[in-house]
T-cell receptor, first 105, second 112 residues
Framework: EDQVTQSPEALRLQEGESSSLNCSYT??????LFWYRQDPGKGPEFLFT???AGEEKEKERLKATLTKKESFLHITAPKPEDSATYLC??????FGKGTMLLVSP | NAGVTQTPKFQVLKTGQSMTLQCAQD?????MSWYRQDPGMGLRLIHY???????DQGEVPNGYNVSRSTTEDFPLRLLSAAPSQTSVYFC???????????FGPGTRLTVL
C-alpha cells in the first residue's frame, strides 16, 4: 500500500524567510510525484510533477526536488500570497495530509 | 473550458436522507475520482472511474455509490446520510491514469 507523509503539518514564516516542506513516500515503483497548492475553500491546483530522482522544477518562488525516498518543496523569499496548504501525491491517487503554510508580512 | 464543475457548493442533510453530488468535466478526460477531505485526514479516495461504465472503490467507499454513464459526468450518491459523512467533497479528472489531476471547487456537506 502506497504511503505519503508530509512534514511539518504547519509552518509559519515571515515574509522573505526561506524554508522547505518535506514529502516522504513509500511506493512500489515510483511513476511520478505531484505537488498541489490548495487555498482555503477551494480545490487543489496542480504545481509540479517530478518523475525521477534528481529532477527539479521551478515556478516563481517555488522549487520542487525529488530523491528516491522523498521530495522537497523549497520556498525562497516567500510572500503572504504564498500562504496555502501544499499537498503532495503519488499516481495511485494517494495524498499526503498536507502542510499548511502561513507567511506573515 | 469550464474544467471540473461540482454542484451544489453547500448542502445540509438530516441523518437518513439521500442525495447526489454532481460532478462534470468538459476536458474529455477518461479518468475521474471522488475524494473527501476532513481536518487532519487529508484527501481520501472514495471511488474512481477509468472510463464510462467502469468504476472501482477507493480507500473509503462505504456509504457511497457511483456510476459513470457518460465521459463527462460522475455523480456521487449518498443513499442514507450519516453524521460521519460530514465533510468537503472534491471531484477530480485526469487525461491518463496517474496523470495530473484537475479538481472541482468542492461541495461542503453537513449531516445533522
Amino acid at each position: 500500500e502506497d504511503q505519503v507523509t508530509q512534514s511539518p503539518e504547519a509552518l509559519r514564516l515571515q515574509e522573505g524567510e526561506s524554508s522547505s516542506l518535506n514529502c516522504s513516500y513509500t511506493v512500489s515503483g515510483l511513476r511520478g510525484l505531484f505537488w498541489y497548492r490548495q487555498d482555503p475553500g477551494k480545490g487543489p491546483e496542480f504545481l509540479f510533477t517530478l518523475y525521477s530522482a534528481g529532477e527539479e522544477k521551478e515556478k516563481e518562488r517555488l522549487k520542487a526536488t525529488l530523491t528516491k525516498k522523498e521530495s522537497f518543496l523549497h520556498i525562497t523569499a516567500p510572500k503572504p500570497e504564498d500562504s496555502a496548504t501544499y499537498l503532495c501525491a503519488v499516481p495511485t491517487l494517494t495524498f499526503g495530509k498536507g502542510t499548511m503554510l502561513l507567511v506573515s508580512p | 473550458n469550464a474544467g471540473v464543475t461540482q454542484t451544489p457548493k453547500f448542502q445540509v442533510l438530516k441523518t437518513g436522507q439521500s442525495m447526489t453530488l454532481q460532478c462534470a468535466q468538459d476536458m474529455n478526460h477518461e479518468y475521474m475520482s471522488w475524494y473527501r477531505q476532513d481536518p487532519g485526514m487529508g484527501l481520501r479516495l472514495i471511488h474512481y472511474s477509468v472510463g464510462a461504465g467502469i468504476t472501482d472503490q477507493g480507500e473509503v467507499p462505504n456509504g457511497y455509490n457511483v456510476s459513470r454513464s457518460t465521459t463527462e459526468d460522475f455523480p456521487l450518491r449518498l443513499l442514507s446520510a450519516a453524521p460521519s459523512q460530514t465533510s468537503v467533497y472534491f471531484c477530480a479528472s485526469t487525461r491518463r491514469q496517474g496523470g495530473t489531476q484537475y479538481f472541482g471547487p468542492g461541495t461542503r456537506l453537513t449531516v445533522l
